[in-house]
């Protein structure tokens, strides 16, 4: 059955190695090999697929500027599966690159009828406040931001909306006749949340990583292709030499950009009325063809810039598995019994986790003989995505688990505990980040 990603719907993914084939997400086992220090979240597969992140892997491995970016919808309750992106967006800052979080309150309003006054209430108590207590820093071209309160998003919205159509967005989205124009411009906005941190303001055009769940891909795919429409030359590898095409550029910037492939030096550059193809390549030493290409790239969004383009870089994405819900199925907002949320008692938490479903067998006897099936418990999750940072211990618990040794009872004692535990901290950090919410423009 064709799986369809929604990102205002449920959506359960029983095999993610079918989202590979039928929507053209490659696997971050590609990339885990250069990672010198990678999230546990990648250790671990929990993050399985990507967009073009070796752009943003170069960049963080070069030295070079790169971001990260992604959003909450401030619908309700912030759980732990909202806290696998906040971990994401801190852990690339860690990394050396710029930061931006936003709070969607456009998309809240206008796809679920939150008032602005309670989109403000729920961005800052449960989104911000957890998104700073677990380390996000205030640091220059890092933001946290409400889409309302942004005018660069809304003028970037505006722009972006001059690219893309009716049809094209109901045909991605499933819009009807039905569909609210304020639903509508919020994709435009989530393009522009995306690509803002491209801008001028924030360091201009740079390798930028979405942090998403595999349901999220519609709002990639599309921005994507809005950043390639937004540039003025298209740049190929056509065999053994380069073309650079000038599908928006106009004469003065062709002209300008023939001047600048000459100043490279590296070949023979031939001037067409709508493209200038670079043959007969001197390479320098060690330099491929793809590598002349790169540079050439950046050599000509360097020039849109300058003539007032935006030169956007197409957005990479990474993709992570969605938490299984303490009652089975998707962990879901819309469903409290669910999730822990991030402001919940802990007392009340660990008890949920006491009644939570497992990967255990229909009896303990059964349990003995056949073990259990941690790849199918809620409670085993919560270990491998939070709670444990010891790639042994896991591994001991899986083994244990497998083999009958390990009961499901001392496993749900063993992590109530820790939930507990983990809440108390966090929202103590919770409490004094509330104090420190003017650092990042925050105003209650």
């Known amino acids: 059955m064709e799986t369809r990603l929604d990102p205002w719907g449920s959506v359960h993914v029983e095999d993610y190695t079918k989202l590979f084939e039928e929507f053209g997400i490659s696997s971050f086992d590609d990339i885990l090999p250069y990672l010198a220090e990678p999230h546990r979240y990648m250790r671990r ?22 971001a990260v970016m992604s959003g909450f919808m401030p619908t309700g309750k912030a759980h732990f599966g909202h806290m696998m992106v906040m971990n994401e967006i801190i852990w690339h800052q860690q990394q050396g690159g710029d930061a931006f979080a ?36 205030p640091k220059e071209n890092s933001h946290i931001y409400f ?38 411009e919020s994709v435009m906005v989530q393009s522009a949340d995306i690509l803002h941190p491209q801008l001028a303001k924030y360091g201009g055009p740079k390798p930028v990583v979405i942090p998403v769940g595999a349901d999220q891909d519609p709002h990639i795919k599309l921005t994507r292709d809005l950043a390639r429409r937004m540039r003025r030359f298209l740049i190929e590898r056509r065999g053994e030499y380069i073309s650079v095409r000038g599908k928006a550029a106009g004469q003065e910037l062709m002209k300008a950009a023939e001047s600048a492939l000459l100043g ?54 990474t993709y992570h598995r969605f938490m299984t819900g303490l009652t089975g199925g998707k962990m879901s907002s819309s469903k409290p019994e669910s999730y822990i949320a991030l402001t919940e008692d802990p007392k009340e938490a660990a008890g949920k986790i006491l009644r939570a479903i497992t990967g255990g067998r229909q009896s303990l006897a059964e349990q003995k003989k056949l073990g259990g099936e941690p790849e199918r ?17 896991l591994l001991e618990l899986e083994l244990e688990c497998r083999s009958g040794r390990r009961m499901c009872g001392t496993c749900k004692k063993d992590v109530a505990e820790r939930i507990e535990r983990f809440l108390h901290d966090h929202q103590q950090a919770r409490e004094a980040a509330r104090e420190r919410l003017p650092e990042y423009g925050i105003k209650l």
């Open 45 to 66: 597969r929990i993050i399985f697929g990507h967009r073009n992140y070796d752009a943003v892997l170069a960049a963080m491995q070069n030295g070079r500027p790169f």
């Open 147 to 184: 889409q309302s309160e942004n005018l660069d998003v809304r003028d970037l919205a505006f722009e972006l909306g001059i690219e893309a159509n009716f049809s094209e967005v109901s045909a991605i989205y499933g819009f009807s006749g039905e569909t609210c124009i304020s639903h509508m």
């Open 377 to 393: 418990c809620s409670i085993y999750e919560f270990l491998l995505f939070h709670l444990s940072e010891d790639d042994r211990e």
């Open 102 to 137: 936003a709070v969607a309150d456009m998309e809240a309003h206008s796809v679920r009828g939150i008032s602005w006054k309670r989109c403000r209430e729920l961005g800052i108590e449960e989104y911000i406040l957890s998104l700073i207590a677990l380390g996000f820093q």
């Open 264 to 317: 490279t030096g590296l070949g023979e550059v031939k001037r067409y009325e709508e493209h200038i193809d670079l043959t007969d390549l001197r390479l320098r030493e060690g330099q491929s063809i793809d590598d002349a290409r790169q540079e050439i790239e950046e050599l000509i969004i360097s020039l849109e810039t300058e003539h007032g383009g935006y030169g956007f870089i197409p957005p990479a994405s």
